[in-house]
């Protein structure tokens, strides 16, 4: 093959589905392996919330956006065809930051290698960005303690499935906020939740108050939506809101109104958001704090695999739908 495909970024999101408006899929020569540099084939890549965050203008978020005419941001894992690079060689698998194309010239900078015997889904679903910000917003921003009742919402997305095992495991009551019934049961029946609440069911406060009889220390934030107003009235004194995404407002001109700043104030919270990008340098001892949770079997995933490059353009929308089970990958 002397040719391959990538995807450019050619528009801004205004609001609505994501679409092949957004994007130009153009055919690249295979370039030439320097010096000091090898070829990367991408064989599974991450869709990830956040993306649409990359695609927006803002200049002054915690990373610039991506410039428009240039590959779309994405992280992946692949394996290495060509190298000139001294530690890198031919059959290493490597991950990192790959973007929306089949092929990657690198000269290592951001590439990390994976010697770990998982399969590529396991290790994009727990392993990078989903695992370790669970790890990182849990213990370091949450600071759960055994007997404490957490409340995650998108409970049965990639991080805030995680997040729920995680805190089940040091022993925290454990109650999920997801969007359909299916999800309900999974986290629940197959995750070890104590409970879940659908969002889209009517008597929220009601159904919080019976799961959370002891009222709640910790909510780890990954929607927002209005749900939000409930969880703060029922937070017990000295709680943590971890603020992690808010993916209702993501699509949304206007966000919603916030929860009053009263609770805040009566019950002592502490409301903390953080972004991965500041914590890269933390990896190896999130990964330290990680991985004898997933060693145990504590961790379980699933993950939902699109076929082919293209899908991701139309993929993203399974964000806001909810139609995403699990970690959304596309296989190449
Ligand atoms: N701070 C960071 O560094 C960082 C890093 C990674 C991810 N994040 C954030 O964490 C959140 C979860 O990311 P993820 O990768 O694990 O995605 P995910 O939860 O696997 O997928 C997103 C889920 O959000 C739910 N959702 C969509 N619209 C909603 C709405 N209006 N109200 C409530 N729920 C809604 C859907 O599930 P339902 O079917 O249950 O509605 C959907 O499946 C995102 O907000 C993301 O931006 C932040």
Redesign the pocket.
Same mark, same amino acid.
């Given at each position: 093959m002397t040719t391959y495909t990538a995807i450019n970024l050619i528009a801004r999101p205004q609001g609505g589905p994501i679409g092949p408006a957004l994007f130009d899929v153009v055919q690249k020569k295979l370039p030439i392996v320097g010096q000091g540099e090898f070829l990367v084939k991408q064989s599974h890549m991450s869709l990830?919330? #956040?993306m649409?965050?990359w695609m927006s203008p803002d200049p002054d978020s915690y990373i610039p956006p991506v410039e428009l005419g240039t590959v779309m941001r994405s992280s992946g894992i692949g394996e290495v065809v060509e190298s000139n690079h001294p530690d890198f060689y031919v059959g290493d698998r490597v991950m990192g930051m790959m973007g929306w194309q089949q092929y990657i010239l690198s000269n290592g900078a951001g590439l990390n290698k994976v010697t770990v015997p998982l399969t590529d889904e396991t290790i994009l679903s727990i392993f990078a960005?989903?695992g370790l910000?669970a790890t990182?917003?849990l213990f370091n921003v949450g600071k759960p303690k055994k007997g404490e009742t957490l409340v995650v919402?998108? #409970? #049965?997305?990639?991080?805030?499935?995680i997040v729920g095992q995680l805190a089940k495991a040091e022993g925290l009551r454990v109650i999920g906020?997801?969007?359909?019934a299916d999800?309900a049961d999974w986290i629940v029946n197959e995750l070890g939740f104590d409970g879940a609440i659908n969002?889209?069911s009517e008597n929220l406060a009601e159904q919080l108050a019976q799961l959370t009889p002891e009222g709640i220390d910790i909510y780890f934030e990954?929607?927002?939506?209005s749900?939000q107003h409930h969880v703060v009235n029922r937070m017990n004194a000295h709680g943590r809101i971890v603020?992690?995404?808010?993916? #209702?407002d993501?699509p949304k001109a206007q966000p919603d109104l916030a929860p009053s700043w009263i609770p805040i104030i009566k019950k002592r919270l502490t409301i903390q958001?953080?972004?991965?990008?500041d914590h890269f340098g933390d990896i190896p001892q999130l990964l330290e704090k990680l991985t004898p949770y997933v060693m145990q079997g504590k961790i379980k995933h699933r993950s939902h695999t699109l076929e082919g490059l293209e899908s991701a353009i139309t993929g993203l929308n399974?964000?806001?739908?909810?139609?995403? !089970?699990? !970690?959304?990958i596309v296989k190449l």
């Open positions: 990830d919330p #956040a649409f965050g960005l989903p910000t990182q917003g919402s998108g #409970a #049965a997305g990639s991080v805030g499935s906020i997801v969007g359909t999800k969002y889209k990954n929607t927002g939506g749900i603020v992690c995404g808010m993916i #209702a993501y958001g953080f972004t991965m990008p399974f964000f806001f739908t909810g139609q995403n !089970k699990g !970690k959304l």
